[in-house]
């Protein structure tokens, strides 16, 4: 690398001046009285020195004030080469007519710097003659160039690095800048200052890569770093190479000849690719040839971001008896970056073989003593077919036909015949039942078994019944929940009550809400509990609702009645006393043996007695009700307090049962 570092030195004050080369240039001026007047001579001193580490040829020092010629003084070892750490001095004059500032551009070039390399400088006005510099020649900045692999590398870690130590520490500020590369879709761009400390010469800087599932070509961007504290650095570049190459995917399929006039292959491929892929498709002979499917090769195109199409081979239908056969697909990648496909297998299904046909029938139990099944084959033969007949159970089982190996015959040249199976009559009712019927051959295929579907006896549909039961008050009551023939299924029926002429739990207590008839079951019984009591009660009864949830009966409901005896007298009715002082209050129970069902109404009236009547008391009830259920009610009469000496009085209260029944 050529490069130079030029530094201009002035009287009465330092300047410093840096460049992205290496090699210095260094300009001392002097006058004899200083600069200050007119016609004053400014003498120029100006040393070379080759700091970098290619050798400069040609070298060239000039200015471009009319007047001064730099002429070399010194030339290190005189061969005209400015070598590596030599160093060369120029001398010039300079008259200043004017006597004022001198303002001059010095350029430096050889045969290595093209460009020249300048420094403007103004002399200023000034007596003294004598010049002060400081020169510090600062650090190449370098970014090395790097390569990462997206899915392996997180991370692009770029060294970042300076020529020679710094005696402080440097500020680098790193960008990047989009190539085939583009952040966001292959990087994250990341400006961020990193710092090289004082006396280290390196880093890193690390910028994000990102990992996608797109296939892609070899990317690259470039990382540029900038610092006013180093010569400016070439960009690196960072190149990254993809891990996403897409896979070619063909896929197996199976065809039927005669049925699909073209094998449908789906080519895909396992992920997107940011170019147009391009597959060419051919076809290798198996045990299928060219007279099994049409031979041709297709070019199938995936445009960018596309991952998945179909290619049609036509299959070629024949009238030959086959077994099944195949051929290979090939794809193999034409264009782009793809892996080629493993092959895939078509598979051809002939269809010109025999195949035996079961016929499916209908048949009702009690009106058709045999199922008559068709049995057939698709084409004729030469030669006697013999079929081998079997029955599969299904919801039909032995108990509804009879089960047996049959071998029946069909003539060559013909294709169909029957078999007859015999079909069970009993007395059960059964939902619609089915059995299959299988055919083999050594000389036909089995197809799809036949059905015998039974629909059932009308007559075998049982009817509900609900029973009833009567009781005497406190012992259990058990209703019959009756089919009138059995069934092959569960028949549920939803239990409900209705409390008729009874109090519903305080007379009977029932829990069940639901029964099952079990399948080949016709009863089941509902219990339940009455309540012993003390109340006079009259014959009562309740209702038993069934209502058919699950299950066939001829009819959906059905009714039964729960009657319940009392056992309890008739209440006896009593009118009590009481005794009290003048002025307090007399309270009178009237009371029943045992309770009622029925309110008890009690007509009330007073004979006064031995009393004054209402100069003694005051009585204003005349009926009381003793409720349903209960005992006894209490007759208030309040007392009169007088003065008056009397001896004990007494009154008599009388009660008439107006209505309800009492003993």
């Not at 040829?57 to 005189?78: F, I, P, R």
């Not at 990382?223 to 190479?241: Q, R």
């Not at 009593?574 to 029943?592: H, Y």
């Amino acid at each position: 690398m050529v490069s130079l570092l030029l530094i201009v030195f002035a009287f009465s004050f330092t300047t410093q001046t840096v460049f992205s080369q290496n090699a210095a240039l260094i300009v001392n001026t002097t006058t004899e009285d200083g600069n200050d007047t007119a016609n004053d001579v400014v003498n120029y001193i100006a040393t070379i020195r080759n700091t970098g580490d290619v050798a400069l040829n040609s070298v060239s020092l000039t200015s471009n004030l009319a007047g001064l010629t730099l002429t070399v003084d010194e030339d290190g070892n005189g061969d005209a080469v400015l070598d590596v750490g030599e160093a060369w001095t120029y001398i010039g004059s300079y008259t200043n007519a004017a006597g004022t500032s001198v303002s001059s551009t010095f350029s430096l070039t050889s045969a290595e710097i093209t460009t020249p390399i300048t420094y403007s400088h103004t002399e200023a006005v000034h007596e003294d003659d004598y010049a002060t510099a400081v020169i510090k020649v600062l650090p190449f900045l370098k970014l090395d160039d790097i390569t990462v692999t997206e899915g392996d590398n997180p991370v692009a870690m770029v060294p970042v690095s300076i020529s020679h130590p710094s005696t402080e520490a440097i500020d680098v500020q790193i960008t990047q800048t989009n190539g085939s590369a583009v952040d966001s879709d292959d990087y994250t761009e990341t400006t961020i200052t990193v710092t090289i400390p004082a006396g280290q010469t390196s880093i890193t800087v690390d910028i994000p890569i990102t990992n996608d599932n797109i296939g892609e070509s070899t990317e690259s961007f470039t990382v540029n770093g900038t610092s006013s504290s180093t010569c400016p650095a070439t960009p690196s570049t960072v190149t990254i190479l993809d891990d996403d190459t897409p896979v070619v995917i063909l896929e197996d399929v199976t065809v039927t000849e005669g049925t699909d006039p073209v094998a449908t292959i789906p080519v895909s491929i396992s992920n997107p690719s940011d170019e147009t892929i391009v597959v060419q498709i051919t076809q290798t002979i198996g045990t299928a040839g060219t007279d099994d499917y049409t031979v041709e090769t297709i070019e199938v195109t995936f445009l960018a971001g596309e991952t998945s199409t179909t290619v049609d081979i036509d299959i070629e239908d024949d009238l030959l008896l086959e077994n099944t056969e195949t051929f290979s697909v090939n794809g193999t990648v034409t264009s782009s970056n793809a892996t080629n496909a493993t092959p895939s297998i078509v598979t051809i299904l002939d269809n010109d073989i025999n195949a035996i046909v079961i016929g499916s029938v209908i048949v009702t139990e009690g009106t058709d003593a045999v199922a008559t099944v068709p049995v057939s084959i698709t084409n004729p033969s030469v030669l006697p077919t013999v079929i081998t007949i079997t029955q599969t159970i299904g919801t039909a089982g032995t108990d509804d036909y009879t089960s047996a190996t049959i071998t029946v015959t069909i003539p060559a040249g013909a294709t169909t015949t029957t078999v007859d199976i015999p079909i069970t009559n009993d007395n059960i009712y059964e939902a619609t039942e089915s059995f299959t019927v299988n055919g083999t051959s050594p000389t036909a295929t089995s197809g799809a078994p036949g059905i015998v579907t039974i629909l059932e006896d009308p007559t075998d549909v049982p009817a509900l019944t609900i029973g009833d039961d009567t009781v005497t008050e406190g012992d259990a009551i058990s209703i019959p929940v009756t089919l009138s023939n059995p069934s092959s299924e569960d028949v549920v029926v939803a239990i409900t009550y209705d409390n008729g002429s009874t109090e519903g739990s305080d007379d009977y207590v029932a829990t069940t809400t639901t029964v099952t008839i079990p399948a080949g079951a016709t009863q089941v019984l509902i219990p339940i509990s009455t309540v012993e009591d003390t109340t006079n009660e009259p014959t009562e009864s309740f209702t038993i609702n069934g209502t058919v949830t699950a299950g066939t009966t001829s009819n959906a409901t059905a009714t039964g009645t729960g009657t319940i005896n009392d056992d309890d007298a008739l209440p006896a009715l009593t009118i009590g006393d009481d005794t009290v002082t003048e002025g307090d209050a007399i309270s009178i129970p009237v009371t029943l043996s045992n309770p009622s069902s029925e309110d008890v109404v009690v007509a009330i009236t007073y004979d006064n007695g031995s009393t004054e009547g209402s100069d003694d008391y005051v009585a204003t009830t005349t009926t009381v009700t003793i409720p349903a259920g209960a005992t006894q009610v209490l007759i208030p009469i309040s007392t009169v307090e007088d003065t008056t000496n009397e001896p004990t009085e007494s009154f008599t209260i009388n009660g008439t049962v107006t209505a309800g029944t009492t003993s």
